[in-house]
């Protein structure tokens, strides 16, 4: 007895067998049908673990069946069989819910990735709430009724194999989403790999993305995989990926349709097994018509969309966000835990938060180290000034603020350089009582020890 069964839809028999062969020697058994109308009869009496169908019936197609399957045993993930070259198509199943796609002539290590794959899916009863969900699910804090929304979407479209494209203001949590999507798939268990697409200089893109062989470029001392190579059989995603310039976009394209990549130098193609995540703050679709960004990539990555909502639009998400970063703060400190008052959270909720949750960190962290004691006021927050200067009594031996023709500096190492200067004169001065230290200084206990714990000067 095998331990999964499939249902192989399609009017070929010469394909049907060697389906059934291909499967049979994955101790798959396997149950075929050759109409619409004989899948559906096999799917109602009997449960599959997994369903494989041509996209062309002689009574219906693949997506008739794969919008049937939707509603009847959602669980049973199903994949279609496409013509060579059929790209709309497979995009068309994708957008209704099909697993993944296989083109003909089907290559038989693609589809046994692909079967693999789909066998290693959670059934939906084990995301519904009535188990404890992976470690990414918890980092997606809120109860409010758009973040239980997007929770939602973003597990059911972890079943699938289809590009996700997240959009969202900057700061308001996109590559959390796309860490869930990974979780709850079947790719949970092998790599997910962040790329900040606008991080990486223009001249190195194609080597950072698909690698290079030793000699291929001056400076090229050794073969190097690229980041196709590091997501290979788990989850890529690219962040801000409308920076991308045209070229790359044009390569991109290639090795997102093709599933094969090429190094710099290499003379043959490599197979990728990589499940492409993008988003951007930027608005895609009028990129490409300004023609800043490829249409045909813009339909390749944007199959299935997920708009991640502004913290603005869900105020009432803010008690929990913000005692989840107090306590994470105070752990990561080893500082006794702060609350808000009801005054300061009230402000918080009020706030409109441009900068969403990344905002809400870096106001809650400088309120953190300047409230005295362990209660946060609303001054604490400082919701409409700038950056708190809190290294307050600075002394006088600064190193020279840079002119206009340093451009190359720093500013957040000088800056940094102040506070460590101003800091070790204080505690120098008082022998290295921090109490007296801080008292010098002007600032609260709490706020030195975070410094010297920032700084790595304890």
């Not at 193609?269 to 490829?294: G, K, P, Y």
């Not at 969309?305 to 105070?330: F, G, N, Q, S, W």
């Not at 070790?424 to 600032?443: C, D, F, H, M, S």
Request: glycine fraction near 6%; aromatic fraction near 6%.
């Amino acid at each position: 007895m095998t331990s999964y069964t499939a249902l192989v839809v399609d009017d070929e028999p010469d394909i049907r067998e060697l389906l059934d062969i291909t499967l049979s020697r994955m101790d798959i058994q396997c149950v075929t049908a050759a109409t619409l109308e004989e899948a559906r009869n096999l799917l109602e009496r009997q449960a599959f673990q997994l369903c494989l169908t041509d996209m062309s019936l002689p009574d219906g197609n693949g997506i008739d069946l794969v919008h049937w399957m939707q509603s009847h045993c959602p669980d049973t993930p199903v994949a279609v069989i496409t013509a060579y070259g059929s790209m709309d198509a497979a995009i068309s199943a994708l957008k209704c819910g099909a697993f993944d796609f296989v083109s003909k002539p089907v290559e038989l290590p693609r589809l046994r990735d692909l079967v693999q794959s789909a066998l290693r899916l959670p059934s939906l009863s084990e995301n519904n709430g009535d188990v404890p969900l992976p470690e990414g699910e918890n980092l997606l804090l809120g109860d409010s009724a758009e973040i239980e929304h997007l929770r939602r979407q973003s597990r059911k479209v972890a079943r699938s194999q289809a590009p996700v494209y997240i959009s969202g203001e900057s700061g308001s949590g996109k590559e959390l989403v796309a860490r869930l999507i990974h979780e709850n798939g079947p790719r949970r268990d092998n790599p997910f790999v962040p790329v900040n697409c606008g991080a990486i200089p223009e001249e190195l893109m194609e080597s950072e993305f698909f690698g290079h062989r030793k000699g291929s470029f001056t400076g090229a001392t050794e073969n190097k995989d690229g980041l196709f190579q590091a997501a290979n059989g788990g989850t890529l995603f690219l962040d801000e990926v409308a920076d991308l310039p045209l070229p790359m976009q044009v390569k991109l394209l290639r090795a997102i349709q093709e599933k094969k990549i090429r190094p710099v130098g290499a003379q043959e193609e490599i197979a990728v097994d990589v499940r492409i995540l993008s988003a951007t703050h930027q608005d895609l679709a009028a990129l490409v018509e300004e023609r800043l960004f490829r249409q045909d990539l813009f339909y390749r990555i944007n199959v299935i969309e997920l708009r991640v909502p502004p913290l603005r639009e869900r105020p009432t998400d803010i008690p929990l966000l913000a005692c989840h970063i107090l306590d994470k703060l105070a752990s990561e400190y080893e500082l006794s835990p702060a609350k808000l008052t009801d005054d300061a959270l009230a402000a918080l909720q009020a706030y409109p938060f441009p900068g969403n949750v990344r905002e809400l960190e870096n106001c809650l962290e400088r309120a953190f180290t300047l409230s005295e004691g362990d209660v946060i006021q609303a001054e604490d927050l400082q919701l409409r000034k700038g950056p708190s200067t809190e290294s307050a009594g600075a002394a006088s031996d600064h190193p020279p603020v840079p002119g206009d023709g340093d451009e190359a500096i720093d500013l957040e190492s000088y800056l940094e350089s102040i506070e460590r200067r101003t800091i070790e004169k204080a505690l120098e001065q008082t022998r290295w009582n921090k109490t007296a230290a801080a008292r010098k200084l002007g600032v609260s206990f709490r706020a030195l020890r975070y410094k010297l714990k920032k700084l790595g000067m304890e």
